[in-house]
Every structure is written in structure tokens, then in C-alpha cells.
């Protein structure tokens, strides 16, 4: 669900979903 993150909120969204 990382990938779904990063498209929602854009970066940094990744660092949080990780």
C-alpha cells in the first residue's frame, strides 16, 4: 500500500506508508 500513498498525499507520503 505504499504505492497508493505516494499517489494520494505525493511525497514524503512514502516515508510515513514505510
Partial sequence: ILQNDQIM????AQDQAD
Avoid at 498525499?9 to 514524503?12: A, I, P
Fill in 9 to 12: 498525499k505525493g511525497n514524503g
